[in-house]
């Protein structure tokens, strides 16, 4: 754990240790999520406005995820199998036809996007759109997703917006269209059906809630899938008997540990800040009540005291206990079995069709302290 001053607002405490992540990300009593996860800043008000059931504590956290958690369980993601199998022929049919192409574009970026409108129930007509604007949330310090760079330009006519974002606004009004047509605009098993119904108590989410888990969805259920994939194909491109170890996997279990590996080794979500809600001490230092601890999962991911050879893909890694879904808490991410069932399904067609991945340009990161992500990444594809 070190302390880490910072130019833009309050400093905050860096835990990079794999164990002691585990270890801290379980307390939520001593480390609340109740003030923002992500490092900047809030105002109560701004805080309010804006907080999704991940800005929570149990038991109110748990019973907003609870609404929802079957929608996203296991066996719920196994029946989508067929579908997504679907989708990454076409996908790949298409993207392969291109000679030199964005994988990001062209294959990452695709899939999660068309899943999510067959999850939430949303308009095959508006799912471009809609990335577009989950794009501009997330990225909102990268210039060539968002014109309102949160560190560039003055963003405070949107403070109450998610991520000071115009593009929130945006969908704010996309959201509440939804919530005025009859059952959401959803089935009834829908994700978005399953949020607006009383829980046990018989309490109903709030409008603005809402809003903001529709936000969630759109932003983080598309963008920590595509950079998971990405990363896959970079490290498929760039790191050598990667193809031929993967073509050679077998069962379910192995297939299952591969995509682990690929999401330990993209580390998504770098990190999910928390406030210490009183004094303590922890390997000798003393955390104040009111500061900002970062959990830094991507270090996690990489740390020698939990994985033998981190800096490289090892697909024969077996148990994994990476940190990119955030376990270990209460705030595990509900998408990692769509994630993970995306990934495997996708490699899985892919090595079908194609014998070398060859990366034929320079790719682009992510501008972004948040989300790692390879926004670009130029490839040429040599078929079997």
């Not at 959201?175 to 009383?198: C, F």
Request: proline fraction near 3%; glycine fraction near 8%.
């Amino acid at each position: 754990m070190a302390w880490c001053d910072w130019s833009e607002g309050k400093g905050f405490w860096s835990v990079t240790r794999h164990a002691d992540i585990l270890e801290l990300n379980r307390n939520h009593q001593r480390l609340s999520s109740a003030q923002g996860i992500r490092m900047e800043d809030q105002t109560r008000e701004e805080y309010l406005a804006r907080r999704t059931f991940q800005e929570t504590d149990p038991p109110e956290h748990t019973r907003t995820r609870m609404l929802v958690a079957k929608a996203f369980s296991k066996p719920m993601m196994a029946l989508y199998e067929d579908q997504i199998r679907e989708l990454c022929v076409n996908i790949l049919d298409q993207a392969l036809t291109l000679g030199e192409f964005d994988a990001t574009h062209h294959i990452a970026r695709q899939l999660p996007m068309r899943m999510l409108g067959r999850i939430a129930g949303l308009p095959e007509e508006d799912l471009d759109w809609l990335v577009d604007k989950g794009d501009a949330l997330m990225a909102n310090t990268d210039g060539d997703f968002t014109s309102h760079v949160v560190d560039k330009i003055d963003t405070d006519a949107y403070r109450l917006m998610p991520f000071r974002s115009p593009a929130g606004a945006d969908l704010y009004d996309y959201a509440s269209k939804l919530m005025s047509r009859q059952g959401t605009g959803g089935d009834a098993s829908g994700v978005l059906h399953l949020i607006s119904q009383p829980d046990a108590q018989g309490n109903v989410i709030s409008d603005n809630e809402f809003r903001n888990f529709f936000c969630l969805l759109v932003a983080a259920g598309n963008d920590t899938t595509r950079y998971s994939i990405a990363a896959a194909l970079h490290a498929l491109a760039n790191q050598p008997g990667l193809m031929a170890q993967l073509k050679s996997v077998q069962g379910d279990a192995a297939w299952e540990a591969v995509a682990d590996e690929f999401i330990r080794w993209a580390s998504p979500a770098t990190h999910f800040r928390r406030t210490a809600t009183e004094d303590f001490q922890y390997h000798g230092k003393k955390v104040l009540a009111g500061d900002k601890v970062l959990l830094w999962f991507i270090s996690g991911n990489r740390d020698e005291r939990a994985f033998e050879q981190p800096f490289s893909v090892n697909l024969s890694r077996g148990t994994n206990r990476h940190l990119s879904f955030g376990q270990g808490g209460p705030h595990a991410c509900l998408g990692m079995w769509l994630a993970r069932l995306e990934l495997r399904v996708l490699l899985q067609e892919l090595i079908k069709r194609v014998e070398r991945i060859e990366q034929t340009g320079e790719h682009l990161f992510l501008r972004s302290n948040f989300v790692c992500g390879i926004k670009r990444l130029p490839v040429r594809m040599h078929l079997t």
